[in-house]
């Protein structure tokens, strides 16, 4: 079993900044693509950003220039700089693992933390 633990979510000024984390643990070989997640109300949870074993980072253009990915695999953590926030930021954020557990690979999210921007 894996679990995710998020942390560092709250309320914020609109062009103040947050930094989220999400730990993994458990029984694992190895953790691969690690993304994140957000959901506003009313609204699908739309992809943020996702980040590669080697550090390739993609993001939806809405927080380009703003969001910032990265993780530390020696204690398989992903993080999420978000900067310069805006409102329309304000979601639940969650994050999303993929881990190898031979012979195959399986994903897990994190129990989501709540990100308010105030204008």
């Known amino acids: 079993q894996v679990q995710l633990v998020e942390s560092g979510g709250g309320l914020v000024q609109a062009g103040g900044s947050l930094r989220l984390s999400c730990a993994a643990s458990g029984i694992f070989f190895s953790v691969n693509t690690m993304n994140w997640y957000r959901q506003a109300p009313g609204k699908q949870r739309e992809l943020v950003g996702v980040?590669?074993?080697?550090?390739?980072?993609n993001y939806v253009d809405s927080v380009k220039g703003r969001f910032t990915i990265s993780r530390d695999n020696a204690k398989n953590t992903v993080y999420l700089q978000m900067d310069s926030l805006k409102p329309e930021d304000t979601a639940v954020y969650y994050c999303n693992i993929v881990v190898s557990q031979p012979p195959r690979a399986y994903a897990y999210w994190g129990q989501g933390t709540q990100v308010t921007v105030s204008s």
């Open positions: 980040i590669t074993r080697g550090g390739t980072t």
